[in-house]
């Protein structure tokens, strides 16, 4: 038993002390790397989710301004400008 104590106690533990410290470190880095991963996906995710939404307001933007026009262009009795506006609409 004071063989083994003194074994791990000496060279041998200190060797198995530097061994499981440069593990701990390999694995602590490792990680870190996993952590910074993850965290750089959700960053693209997130701006991506940001540009999708950037589009849709553009579009329901564009589709609001339409629809006014055409509202206006009833109001107004102009049935050729109404006309022009849905042949453009259906053609796009």
């Known amino acids: 038993m004071t063989e083994l104590l003194s074994l791990l106690l000496g060279p041998l533990g200190k060797v198995l002390g530097v061994a499981v410290s440069l593990g701990g470190l390999y694995l602590w880095g490792k990680y870190q790397k996993s952590q ?3 965290a750089q996906a959700k960053a693209e995710g997130l701006q991506a989710q940001v540009e999708i939404q950037a589009g849709r ?9 339409a629809v006014e026009e055409t509202r206006d262009r009833v109001e107004a009795g ?3 400008g109404v006309s022009d506006a849905f042949n453009s609409l259906r053609d796009k």
Do not use: F, G, L, S
């Not at 307001?57 to 301004?65: D, I, L, M, S, Y």
């Open 36 to 38: 910074k991963e993850k």
């Open 57 to 65: 307001e553009e579009v329901q933007h564009e589709t609001a301004q």
């Open 78 to 80: 102009d049935a050729a």
